[in-house]
């Protein structure tokens, strides 16, 4: 198939790591996320909440800007305080490869 208009300025295959997690926070809200870890994005993971159809490139840095989670995900601010403790441990320190 020809693309002739198509500019691309990228197209890069690379093998990731994906987790596939469900879990409900103590306020009852249930999240079904896919957390992918690739070399890509600097170190932070692609998170997926599966429910919503949304992404998320997140690192620390991600947790800590306030209001982040709410507008990425669309949910309130408990339930980002909830997700934000789980994310914690999840994306971890990001470390550069460059």
Known sequence: MLLPDYDFMSDTT???????????TPSLKRFD????STARF???????????G????IGPDD???EGY????FKISEEEAA???Q???FVVGTVNFTD
């Open 14 to 24: 690379e093998e990731t790591s994906t987790r596939f997690v469900t879990f409900i």
């Open 33 to 36: 996320l896919a957390v992918m």
């Open 42 to 52: 600097y170190g932070k993971k692609l998170i997926t909440d599966l429910q919503a």
């Open 54 to 57: 949304r992404t998320a490139i």
């Open 63 to 65: 947790l800590e800007e």
């Open 69 to 72: 989670l709410e507008h990425t």
């Open 82 to 84: 909830e997700l934000a």
């Open 86 to 88: 789980f994310l914690y």
